[in-house]
């Protein structure tokens, strides 16, 4: 009895040997075949993490397995040009809590590719910040999440699967791209906004110094969330506000003395989405022609609008609502 036990006792041993062996082999052939992101020049403890991080994640290249084991898309592409972008964010919120685990990351991120494909670049670990008692940052893969008060969550990007040119653990990826279907850029046109609130107009009259590209009368529309944003001086995701402008014109004949409005002069319009514009404050900027419904701005025009409308004193807002 006692020989069959020691004989049973060396079949499990050799298999647990064996089973080391082929992880091993694994990792070795996983370093082997990811140029680029293995090694990754940070040490071996986080080379092994990645490993294991890409074998957990390796079935998910399809969108629709990630789905199905739980993971949604909650952003649109997200980027910050010229730094790059982050793309798609699919989360699992049943994994949003405040243990981190390498295996099981809350976020995949995805690129959509111009076959409409969408390509698993890396993750995202998340802790949200009303959950986390510690006066030190959580910790993954020897790293400290960073902090997003604006989004409430603590955060740690790893490019897993598309290296970055600015690092392992970088917000954003120069190689990848948002492309004008469904990018950060693709802002839809606000149909029907003129039976929304009419907010307040103002006339940019020739003494001012935007005069030449945003001259005439502006007329400033919110649908209903936006409109409970300037009640409370917080915009909630959803909130859109329209800058609609007009040029003027002089009356003629019993309009003489007048100022009229004369043809549409372009659209502008922000979007309030804490997800997909978490890189400009959270909040989309669009510009419109005035025959066309398709936005125009690039996403350096968009940085350039937010760095502005950071500064207002109220949510990235200027405009006020009359009382």
């Not at 649109?76 to 049943?94: K, R, S």
């Not at 991120?109 to 995202?124: H, I, M, S, T």
């Not at 039976?195 to 945003?214: M, Y």
Request: hydrophobic share 35%; proline share 5%.
């Amino acid at each position: 009895m006692t020989d069959l036990i020691m004989r049973v006792g060396g079949v499990w041993m050799l298999m647990g040997a064996l089973t080391l062996a082929v992880v091993a082999q694994a990792r070795q052939t996983d370093m082997a075949q990811a140029p680029g992101v293995l090694p990754s020049g940070l040490g071996s403890a986080v080379d092994r993490d990645v490993a294991t991080l890409r074998a957990a994640t390796a079935g998910f290249t399809s969108i629709e397995t990630a789905e199905a084991a739980g993971y949604k898309r909650v952003t649109d592409c997200v980027e910050h040009q010229p730094d790059g972008a982050m793309g798609y964010h699919f989360q699992n919120n049943a994994l949003l809590d405040t243990t981190l685990d390498v295996e099981h990351p809350e976020v995949l991120v995805y690129e959509r590719k111009p076959d409409g494909a969408f390509k698993l670049n890396g993750v995202e670990y998340l802790v949200p910040i009303a959950r986390w008692t510690s006066t030190e940052p959580p910790q993954i893969m020897g790293q400290a999440l960073k902090r997003a008060d604006g989004l409430g969550i603590w955060y740690l990007h790893v490019w897993s699967w598309e290296p970055s040119p600015s690092g392992l653990f970088a917000d954003w990826n120069a190689r990848v791209k948002c492309g004008t279907d469904g990018g950060a850029s693709a802002m839809p046109y606000p149909d029907g906004f003129r039976s929304w609130t009419h907010v307040k107009s103002l006339i940019v009259g020739p003494g001012h110094e935007s005069f030449a590209k945003r001259g005439g009368i502006h007329h400033y529309y919110a649908n209903d969330k936006a409109v409970a944003g300037y009640r409370t001086g917080t915009f909630p995701d959803g909130s859109i506000i329209v800058d609609e402008a007009v040029v003027t014109k002089d009356g003629e004949g019993r309009a003489q003395g007048l100022v009229l409005e004369g043809q549409r002069r372009f659209l502008d319009v922000m979007l309030k989405d804490s997800h997909r514009y978490a890189s400009t404050g959270g909040w989309g900027y669009e510009h419109f022609e005035p025959d066309d419904t398709t936005g125009r701005l690039s996403g350096s025009d968009q940085a350039t609008c937010s760095t502005c409308h950071a500064k207002a004193q109220t949510d990235h807002v200027f405009s006020r609502i009359r009382s």
